[in-house]
C-alpha cells in the first residue's frame, strides 16, 4: 500500500433506510419532549394538590386562632409526618403539632400572604413541602412531606424509560415494514425500466391501483413510454420513408445511366441529361423538405433551437407567394380578398407553410387559385381554394402525414415530395394554430388556415 491508507467505500444508504432513520429521529425527539412536559405536568399537579393541602390546613389553624381556641398541641394536621407550628410576632411557638415540640422556629416568610418552599426540616432529612402565612402578629407554619410526589415522579420517570424504548423498537419495525411496502411498487417500477431498451419500448412499468404519488408517478412513466414508443415509431417510419423515396429517383438515374454506358450508340446524352437534371431537382427539393422536418422536429425537442417569434405582416408573405404562382402562368389569382393581418412568428417558417399551400393549388388548379386573407379580431383567417379535382372526405386528414401521395387524380405525378402539407401543417400547429381541408367545398379544394392574430 506504500504507506497510503486505503479507504473503502462506503454502500449508498437506501431511501427506506433513510425514510426510517428521519422518522425515527423524529418520533425520538417528539417522544422525549413529550415524555418530559409529562413529567413537568405531573409533578406540578401533584405539588399543587399538596399545596392545597397545606393550604387548607393552615385556614383551619387559622380560624382557631381567630376564635381564640387554638390548642398549645394542634391536632387533626394530616399524618404522623405533617408539620404544624404557630410563632408570635416575639418569635415564639405559641402552638405545634406533637412531632415537633421542642424544634426552632421555621422562617418567616415575609409581607405577604403566604409562601411554599420545599426545603429539609431539623427533625428530618426527608424533603418537606412548607406553607407559610402572616396572620396578624402571627405566622402559621405547614409542611407535609414531598416523599409521594417525588416518588410518583420517578416512578413515572423510569416507566418513561422503560414503555418509551420499546416503543421505539416497536415503532421502528412497523415504519420499516411500512415503508418497505410502500416502496415496493418503486423497486417493481425500477426493475422493469432496467428492462425496457430502444428494441422493447412496448413494455410498461406496473402500475398501482392507488391514485397516491407512486401511482401517478407509474402512469407518467407508461405517458412517457408510450410518447418515446411513438416517437421512436415515427422515427422508423420517417427513415424507412425517406430511404424509399430516395431511393426511386436514384434508382432511375442509375438505370439511365447504364443503360447509355451499355448501349452508347443509341444513347441520347441530351435526354439523359434533361431527365437526370429532373430527378436531382426532385432529390434537392426532397432533401429540403426533410431538412426542414429535422429542424421543426429539433425545434419541438429542444426549446433551444426554437426560432424568435416576432410581428410579421401575413399578407405581405400572401402577396409574395401569389406573384411566384403568377409567374408560373398556367392559372388565374384572385386576391381581392386578401387584407392586412398581423401574427406572431417566425417569417421563414410561415413564408415555407404558405408557399407549399400555393404549389399544391397551382399543381392541381384547373384554372384559378383564390386566395382570401381575413382579420377575425384574435384570429387571422386564410384560403386558400383551387378549382382542381378535389380530395375525397377519407383523405382529408391522411394527406397531411408524411410521405403520404393520392391515388387519385391530384396525385398524378405532381411534382411533390409528399411533405409539404405535413410540414405545413407542423408549421402552422407550432404558431399555435391549425390548417384543415374544408369539408363544405363541393366543388376543388379549399384549404382553411386559422393563425392567433396581434394587433399592429
Known sequence: ?????????????????????????????????????????????????????????????????????????????????????????????????????????????????????????????????VHSRRFGDHV??????????????????????????????LLGMVLWRTVGRALRPVERIRNRVGEITATNL???????????????????????????????????????????????????????????????????LTATHRSVLEEAEGLQRLIDDLLALARLDAAATDPGLATDRRPVDLDDIVLGEVEAVRAIGRVTVDISRVSAVQVLGNRDQLARAVRNLADNAARHASSTITFQLTDLGDTALLSIADDGPGIEAADRERIFERFTRLDEARATD?????????????????????????????????????????RP
Open 1 to 129: 500500500m506504500g504507506g497510503r491508507m486505503r479507504l473503502r467505500s462506503r454502500a449508498p444508504v437506501g431511501m427506506r433506510t433513510r425514510i426510517a432513520m428521519v422518522s425515527l429521529t423524529a418520533m425520538a425527539v417528539v417522544l422525549l419532549l413529550t415524555a418530559s412536559a409529562l413529567l413537568i405536568l405531573h409533578q406540578r399537579l401533584l405539588t399543587d394538590s399538596l399545596d392545597e393541602t397545606l393550604a387548607s390546613r393552615s385556614e383551619e389553624v387559622v380560624g382557631l386562632l381567630e376564635a381564640g381556641r387554638l390548642p398549645a398541641i394542634i391536632t387533626g394536621q394530616g399524618d404522623i409526618d405533617s408539620v404544624t407550628q404557630v410563632v408570635d410576632d416575639s418569635g415564639s411557638v405559641i402552638a405545634t403539632t406533637a412531632n415537633f415540640i421542642d424544634q426552632p422556629v421555621l422562617p418567616d416568610p415575609g409581607p405577604g400572604s403566604g409562601t411554599y418552599r420545599t426545603t429539609r426540616l431539623p427533625t428530618d432529612e426527608s424533603r418537606m413541602r
Open 140 to 169: 402559621v407554619h405547614t409542611a407535609a412531606p414531598i416523599d409521594d410526589v417525588e416518588e410518583s415522579v420517578a416512578a413515572l420517570r423510569l416507566g418513561l424509560l422503560v414503555t418509551i424504548p420499546m416503543a421505539m423498537i
Open 202 to 268: 412496448h413494455l410498461r412499468v406496473p402500475q398501482p391501483p392507488t391514485r397516491d404519488e407512486i401511482g401517478r408517478l407509474a402512469a407518467t412513466m407508461n405517458d412517457m413510454l408510450e410518447r418515446l414508443e411513438r416517437s421512436a415509431d415515427r422515427q422508423r417510419r420517417f427513415v424507412a420513408d425517406a430511404s424509399h423515396e430516395l431511393r426511386g429517383p436514384l434508382t432511375r438515374i442509375r438505370t439511365e445511366l447504364e443503360v447509355d454506358l451499355l448501349q452508347p450508340a443509341a444513347a441520347d
Open 414 to 454: 405532381d411534382g411533390g415530395t409528399g411533405l409539404g402539407l405535413a410540414i405545413t401543417r407542423e408549421i402552422i400547429e407550432r404558431h399555435g394554430g391549425s390548417v384543415v381541408v374544408d369539408p363544405d367545398v363541393e366543388t376543388g379544394t379549399r384549404f382553411v388556415v386559422r393563425l392567433p392574430a396581434v
